[in-house]
C-alpha cells in the first residue's frame, strides 16, 4: 500500500543520505591521511639521505684509518729499527750500557715545557694547529757526548751516536704525532657510527609509520566496500556495522 512505498523511499533516502555521510568522511578522513602520508615520505626520504651519507661517511673513516695505519705501522717499525742500529753500533764497547742510558735519556728546556704559547698566540689557525700539536710533544735537548766524559770514548763515536739519538728522536716524536691522530680518527669514527645508528633508527621508525598510515588508508576502502553493498541500483547498509 502508499504507506509501505512511503517506508521504503524514506529508507532508500537514509540510506542514501548515510552513503554520502559515510563517504564525506572517508574523504575527509583520507584527505587528512593524504597529507600526513605526503609528510611522513618526504621526512623518510630526508632521512634516507642522511642514513646513506653516514653510511659513506663512516666507509670512508674507515678507509682513511686503514691507510693511516700502514703508515703508522712503518714508522712505528722504524722507530724499533734505530733501537737496534744503536746497540749494534755501540755493542762491541765495553761501555755500551753506558751508551745506551745515555740514548735513552731525554731532558727537555724550560721554554719547551713552559714557553710561551705560541699556537694561541698565531694569527694563522692551519699554523695554530701545526704549533699545538709541536708544542704538545717538544723535542728533546741536544746531548753533548762529549761533556759525559765517558772513559774509552775513541774520536768521532761522539758524532755518530749524535746523528743516530737524533734520528731515534724523530721517529720517537712521529710516532707520538701520530698515535694522537690515529686516536682522533678512531674518536671520530665513533661520532660517524653513532649518528649513522641514529639515521638507521629515525628511518626506520618514519618508514614503519608511512607503511602504517599506508594499511589504515587501504583498510578504510576495504572497510567502505564491505558496508556499502551495491544491489540493483539501490545501497543496502548493514546498520549494526556503521554503529
Known sequence: DLADVKLGVQRNID?????????????????????????????????????????????????????????????????????????????????ADDLIKLFKRRSYSHESLGGPDRAHLSRNPYAAIALAKEEAFPRPERLDWDAENIEGMVPGLSQRLDELRERKIDTELQVKRMAAELMELNSRLQELQMLHKDAVELCDKLNDDLHKLQEEREMEAFNLVMLLDLKQGQVEVDMEQLL
Open 15 to 95: 540510506a542514501v543520505e548515510l552513503e554520502v555521510v559515510l563517504l564525506w568522511q572517508a574523504i575527509v578522513r583520507d584527505d587528512d591521511r593524504e597529507l600526513k602520508i605526503r609528510e611522513l615520505s618526504r621526512h623518510a626520504d630526508t632521512a634516507q639521505l642522511d642514513l646513506n651519507t653516514t653510511a659513506a661517511a663512516v666507509s670512508l673513516q674507515r678507509q682513511e684509518i686503514d691507510d693511516f695505519r700502514l703508515t703508522y705501522e712503518t714508522v712505528l717499525a722504524e722507530d724499533k729499527a734505530c733501537d737496534r742500529a744503536f746497540k749494534k753500533e755501540v755493542g762491541e764497547y765495553p761501555f
